[in-house]
């Protein structure tokens, strides 16, 4: 049995106001698909993509003057605090206090916490992913988030989490090869990581950009069929999470593989309403 947290104190409550900063701080499009959550669920996606945040900056954040030994060093201190969190329930570290009240409420365990920490420490080691590297790092650094958060979502019953589980999989690979493919300039060129096994940045063309393409479709239409079958509490959020990372990839599509080698798409912000208005009426129509 999943063990259930005590009465929320008043460190509790600064643990979840600290993981809504993050998140309103680092991402806008991710902010949006939070105030979509039902509230029985949202600070606890919040906790999880706050520790997410916090391991991704120790090992990407270009403005820290550190070693790659530094950030090894800083990542492993996080992942040890983890590791002792979810054993006495508690941290001096209000990121991982939050994430650990989630983790050990829904039963988010070793099985998902450590592919996490591994692919975050892949990228210290590895600039030039073949497959069987590739994959490994987009289960650990995607794939079981999109899994840690169908935990919260199902309120951890095994049965329905195994269900959804390969479309909450497929859904969080969709996310994290498409943020490959828009931000393969910065990959590139600021931190010299090749993340698509063959790609060479010298030769990127239409043809491959395509190819790359119709993978992420392929996971898109797998998740969306899980999608619809999420609680009412995650269903709406998912979705525009969903329907946004897909507009990113048509826009990708249009757009020439050597303009993605200098530059980032974005989907504009009246176009993100739009995506909000259509799921929210696709969910009034259920």
Known sequence: MTPRPAATTDYDRAARRTAAAVVDTYSTSFGWACRLLGPSVRDHVRAVYALV???DEIVDDVAADLTAAERDELLTALEQEVALAQKRGYSQNLVVHGFTRTARRYGIGAELVDPFFASMRTDLTVAVHDE????RYV??????????CLRIFVDGADGAYARRAAGAARLGAAFQKVNFLRDLADDV???GRRYFPG???ATFDDATRDRLLDDIDADLAVAQRAVVDLPRSSRVAV???HDLFAEL???????PARTLRQQRVRVPDPVKARLVAGALA?????
């Open 132 to 135: 069987e590297s590739f994959a």
């Open 189 to 191: 060129d600021a931190r």
């Open 249 to 255: 990839a048509r826009r990708l599509r249009e757009t």
């Open 239 to 241: 979705q525009v999470a």
């Open 282 to 286: 696709r969910e009034v129509r259920r």
């Open 139 to 148: 289960h650990g650094s995607a794939e079981v988030v999109g899994l840690m």
């Open 199 to 201: 790609l060479d940045p």
């Open 53 to 55: 945040r916090v391991a």
